[in-house]
């Protein structure tokens, strides 16, 4: 059974930086992509950052692009995303999850496995 944890959030004000981690097991996590995604009060869960699973190929979403780095490091199966700059509008949980395919997946849908969840909260 694979299992994520999440670890990271807190609460910060805006323009300051967090970064989140998420160590994954069960099974070889070199073999999964990974992603970051979130859901704020009242709004669907959204993509924010997927990685592949050599770290050679990431994505982002168009609102975190230039602010956020998604990467990771296989021998510790951990992900990671550095949040700088962060705004207000970034407040959510933040859930990492995997998937055992290519990594440019964008929908909740086509991920397997997923973890708990971390709360970001940035004040103005």
């Known amino acids: 059974q694979v299992q994520l944890v999440e670890s990271g959030g807190g609460l910060v004000q805006a323009g300051g930086s967090l970064r989140l981690s998420c160590v994954v097991s069960g099974r070889t996590f070199s073999s999964y992509s990974m992603g970051w995604f979130r859901q704020a009060p009242g709004k669907e869960r959204e993509f924010v950052a997927a990685?592949?699973?050599?770290?050679?190929?990431?994505y982002y979403a168009d609102s975190v692009k230039g602010r956020f780095t998604i990467s990771r490091d296989n021998a510790k199966n951990t992900v990671y995303l550095q949040m700088n700059s962060l705004k207000p509008e970034d407040t959510a949980v933040y859930y990492c999850a995997a998937r055992d395919g290519s990594a440019d997946y964008t929908l909740p849908r086509e991920y397997d496995y997923w973890g708990q969840g971390t709360q970001v909260t940035v004040s103005s």
């Open positions: 990685i592949s699973w050599s770290g050679v190929r990431t």
